[in-house]
């Protein structure tokens, strides 16, 4: 986005009268960490049967996700664009209530390189139904240091930790003076090492007040 000021943000396009889209089952879940108030929608995956392996030798599962799980796996591994809208209803409509008047939308920094990126997706369409600025820039991700493990590689909390230490910083987009909400919005919250880091670092922008936590759903 071109203008920088939270309360002069310029939506894409008139808010659209508020409709009420098919509901999703959802199982609300409180996230636990340094933010003020966190929540995701509901369980990735409910259950994952092994079935063996194909003809290729890659093992085989039959996989049951929750409605916002199966939405979500649409999204990001078959290309299906048209949960981004249902996904970003169910957030203003379940977990906005929970939180603080909200004076922008940030989407966690990707961890894979995509054309288009679903949580930017879903932070964008969220932020043009509630008439939000979404900033995908304020939070600035380092490259991992050389012979550093994928953190889905990592096992354990401490050895993300140590991964994630230094990887982030704020780049100071909002022009103009004040103090506002922020929401950090993520797709699947596993142990929050991720969500810890970039919430510490946002804690160290002076217009930055509190800091509200999203995600669709946790692993």
């Not at 209530?97 to 390189?113: C, E, H, N, Q």
């Not at 008439?131 to 953190?151: C, E, H, M, S, Y």
């Not at 990592?154 to 100071?172: C, M, Q, V, W, Y």
Request: glycine share 6%.
């Amino acid at each position: 986005m071109s203008d920088r000021r939270v309360r002069a943000f310029k939506s894409n396009g008139p808010a659209r009268p508020h409709t009420r889209v098919r509901k999703v089952k959802v199982l609300v879940k409180k996230l636990e960490g340094s933010w003020d108030a966190g929540f995701a929608l509901h369980k990735h995956t409910l259950s994952s049967t092994y079935l063996g392996e194909n003809e290729f030798g890659h093992p085989q599962f039959d996989t049951t996700r929750s409605e916002p799980g199966e939405a979500l796996y649409r999204l990001k591994y078959r290309g299906d664009w048209n949960q981004v809208g249902p996904l970003a209803a169910e957030l203003q409509q379940t977990l906005l209530p929970r939180f603080g008047k909200i004076g922008l939308i940030i989407p966690m920094p990707a961890s894979t390189v995509r054309a288009r990126q679903p949580v930017e997706e879903i932070a964008n369409e969220l932020g043009r139904l509630t008439n939000t600025p979404v900033f995908n820039d304020i939070i600035v991700k380092a490259p991992a240091r050389q012979g550093t493990p994928q953190l889905k590689n990592l096992h354990t909390r401490e050895e993300k930790d140590a991964a994630l230490d230094g990887r982030f910083s704020i780049n100071p987009s909002i022009s103009n003076e004040g103090r506002w909400n922020a929401l950090l919005l993520d797709d699947l919250f596993d142990t929050g090492a991720t969500m810890e880091a970039v919430c510490r670092t946002l804690r160290t922008y002076k217009k930055i007040d509190r800091v509200y936590a999203a995600s669709i759903t946790w692993k």
